[in-house]
């Protein structure tokens, strides 16, 4: 029991550090140490890197998913203000720092996914349960004639998210708003097809 | 002499390495022996390991810019049509090792900005400049009718690099085209406001 909580105090602090520098920038025994053992023992909790590297975004991805738990019980609104507020609620989790952390998934993807195949496969059924929610709403939206329906719901979602952790890529290089302002005025909506013009 | 071009061979074998792993797992002594140097020369040719990111991501760009100067220089057809060929032709860079390599900006966004202001710094002056370029042939659409007009050429240009650099993020995840079917099919004409539904 205790071996197990120390496994979830360095899979805690080390989501952190990579959260913040990096994946590869995180050696073992950084990571270790941040989350109160000693220096060595970081293959005492896991067999190896990956499989650390797992835990984290596993555990990044509980949070993602509370998130879109939440979008999905909404009822209030229409299904594009639920996603807008959504996708608001994600941003305010980024804004310390400057929006330098971004999301780990996009983090991973970008960082991990060439030489780590087991965070890969991780990230490709993260991401299909993530689009997989996000559907849910473009589907009611789509089913109240308020997005376009000429494309399946489950391909706009992915695209949705796509264009979400790319605007999330811009504002880690510009540390300002401007990427995620744009995703939510201008992005979403014509995604949607849902814009006002 | 001798020296300049020895750090050429670096940059060049550098970047392959570095575009392959990520920037962190390449450590200086591989970058050095893959440019053909000797183990424990690389601080002989880069100040940091930082001014070698730099010097790597301006040699990626420099074919990225050599890629939107022939979209500037496309005349024929519309701008939505000539936008649509240019990400095409950026795409078929990257359909070796299944999409795994992604874009080294897209790369450098999500990994090396939290740690490194002069890489962060260098990567915004490189989304401007490739930003200015696309909003000439968005406000050619603009002007010929062909795109939304109540968002400024840069702005609709920003987001349309956001969402290329976000689809490749999934490309190399999925190690598919799916994503990037998706960017050419639905993101890019939906964000310009030129789809044809």
């Given at each position: ?23 590869a ?5 950084a990571i ?8 060595g ?16 975004l ?23 203000g ?16 400057g929006?330098a ?14 030489t ?10 993260i ?5 997989d ?11 109240a004639?308020q ?8 391909t ?19 540390r300002?708003?401007?990427?995620l302002?744009g ?15």
């Open positions: 029991m205790a071996g197990h909580s120390k496994r979830s105090q360095i899979v805690e602090a080390g989501l952190d550090l990579v959260h913040r520098q990096g994946f920038s995180s050696g073992v025994a270790a140490v941040a989350g109160g053992a000693p220096k023992s970081f293959y005492n909790h896991f067999a190896s890197k990956d499989v650390f590297g797992v835990a984290v596993d555990k990044y991805f509980e949070e993602v998913r509370a998130e879109f738990a939440e979008l999905l019980a909404d009822t209030a609104g229409t299904p594009l639920r996603l807008q507020r959504y996708f608001d609620l994600l941003r305010e989790g980024g804004t310390c720092e929006y952390r971004g999301c780990l998934v996009g983090n991973f993807s970008a960082e991990v996914t060439p780590s195949p087991v965070i890969r496969a991780r990230l490709q059924s991401l299909s349960e993530w689009r929610a996000i559907a849910v709403v473009v589907q009611q939206a789509q089913d004639g997005a376009r329906q000429d494309v399946p719901a489950g706009l979602a992915a695209l949705i998210i796509d264009a979400w952790q790319g605007a999330l890529l811009r504002a880690k290089v510009e300002t708003s401007a990427a302002d995703f939510a005025q201008v992005l979403l909506p014509s995604v949607l097809g849902a814009d006002t013009r």
